[in-house]
């Protein structure tokens, strides 16, 4: 009982301090001190009186959503004496495999360095600063030669029920229940009148329940922004500007990684192709946002560093590249893409994703024992597949058609790129609803459920792989109802 206290009351002071440091407390302190001026606050009542007006004006509310934020993301309880490498990640032999995974990266981004004699950043000269500057809104018309570059790694280098109660077969869903044959009376109507009162409360853990059921379209936007506490201030939209003058100054190698990426998925999708511009504009401004890196603090990963010319070797020269310590991966953009459909104001939509990766998405390309990292995804989907399904399982084994070589791409890019949109996301008010990316894993072993006929049928991983080849005609939420609650080992 008294661990728990002292956990609790660390995990309070830490996000006490966290939040010291934001915007939302610079606010807060703001109204404070002009609530004096105001005739219902009296001296004898002080604290009481200006907790009484933030609950009346709503700052109630914007705090408990901070709060709330912070504890999505906020690291496990440990042993205040444990070093600070335990938190990123427990396990030593997980640290050391991620360890072992950074410096096959770095020797392969520097190794591209060397070949093409290309820096890893360098100053754009003014002429270059205002081409980019007047093109910046058609990026996706620039053709640049990246023939010679070739990204860093792609996820297939990488592989060397209770809790989804709310998805049962007698709770409505949207995914399901809206479709043309079901009246909106009985469920729909229902569920957007209850999504707006949520908006209406500005309440991001009631958003966060209510859309395990689904969100309806007209709200999606809202709703997610809501429960990652995203408003869009005015010095967010400063933050971007910020980000975006980096860009148009510096040029730096990641940069042709990003273009590269676009070009060879997200301008081939037949989805996404539109977006083109949008995904250079976040992924150029992602990679130079060094607020990025706080997320180290709880990742397994560690940013990689560079050194200033001719001071290798020395720490104080050192420099975290890329600035936000991520280096993209193929597939990278896909993450963006979806998100597209949703902002269209590109500080919104930035804000977004940056949300999303730093509480979700970076734990599908990173070495940790997290139940949402990969390693644990792979583990639930094999699990599943071996549980419910073992002569499949056994069958594609025999003919060397691994079940995991095939479903690992489709949970390290959260399906995207593999679903249609709107299905895509449904299955990501689902991961948010939650806030776990085990759905991924329950959604790749439902796809070899549901094709597990045809499956049986094929003698080698080629045959299975053209049977899994496409999956843009699947409805997510059938598939995972009936999985999670409608099959019998």
């Known amino acids: 009982m008294l661990q728990e206290e002292s956990d609790l009351s660390l995990i309070i002071a830490q996000i006490v301090q966290k939040l010291k440091d934001s915007n939302l407390y610079a606010q807060l302190e703001r109204q404070a001190w002009d609530s004096l001026q105001r005739p219902e606050i009296k001296l004898e009542s002080l604290k009481e009186d200006i907790k009484e007006f933030f609950k009346i004006s709503g700052w109630e509310k914007k705090l408990q959503n901070a709060v709330y934020s912070e504890l999505s993301v906020f690291p496990l309880p440990s042993h205040p004496a444990a070093p600070p490498e335990h938190l990123k990640e427990p396990l030593v032999y997980m640290r050391k495999a991620q360890g072992s995974w950074e410096k096959r990266i770095l020797k392969s981004l520097n190794s591209m360095c060397t070949e093409l004699s290309i820096p890893l950043a360098r100053k754009r000269p003014v002429g270059e600063q205002k081409e980019l500057l007047n093109k910046w809104n058609e990026m996706g018309t620039d053709e640049p030669d990246l023939s010679l570059f070739r990204p860093v790694y792609a996820p297939k280098d990488f592989l060397e029920k209770e809790f989804f109660v709310e998805l049962g077969l007698s709770t409505g869903q949207l995914g399901i229940d809206d479709s043309t044959q079901v009246p909106p009376e009985l469920f729909e109507n229902e569920h957007v009148r209850i999504g707006q009162k949520v908006l209406a409360e500005q309440d991001s853990a009631a958003a966060q329940q209510y859309i395990r059921q689904g969100s309806p379209t007209a709200l999606r936007a809202e709703l997610w922004a809501l429960i990652l506490n995203i408003s869009s201030q005015p010095e967010d939209i400063l933050y971007y500007e910020q980000l975006k003058t980096n860009v148009i100054q510096h040029d730096l190698l990641v940069d042709s990684l990003i273009y590269k990426d676009v070009k060879l998925t997200a301008s081939n999708d037949d989805y996404y192709f539109v977006f083109e511009d949008y995904l250079y504009q976040v992924l150029l401004c992602f990679s130079r946002d060094t607020s990025v890196l706080s997320h180290f603090a709880y990742n397994s990963a560690s940013p990689p560093k560079s050194y200033i010319r001719g001071k290798l070797g020395l720490e104080e020269y050192a420099v975290f590249y890329p600035p936000n310590g991520v280096i993209p991966f193929h597939g990278f953009s ?44 792979c583990l639930l989907f094999e699990t599943l597949l071996q549980t419910y399904l073992p002569q499949l399982f056994y069958h594609l084994r025999e003919i060397g058609a691994q079940p995991l070589r095939i479903s690992f791409k489709w949970m390290v890019r959260a399906f995207s790129g593999y679903l249609a949109t709107d299905q895509l996301l449904l299955l990501w008010d689902r991961i948010l609803g939650y806030n776990s990316l085990e759905i991924l894993a329950v959604l790749a072993a439902a796809v070899f459920a549901f094709r597990a006929v045809n499956l049986m049928e094929v003698t080698s991983l080629a045959a299975a792989e053209a049977v899994l080849a496409d999956l843009s005609t699947l409805k997510v939420m059938p598939l995972l109802q009936i999985f999670l609650f409608a099959t019998v080992t």
């Open 334 to 377: 896909m993450y963006v893409a979806p998100l597209c459909f949703l902002y269209h104001e590109p500080s919104k939509l930035y804000q977004i994703f940056r949300e999303m990766y730093v509480r979700f998405f970076f734990r599908l390309h990173s070495i940790s024992s997290h139940p949402s990292g990969i390693v644990s995804l």
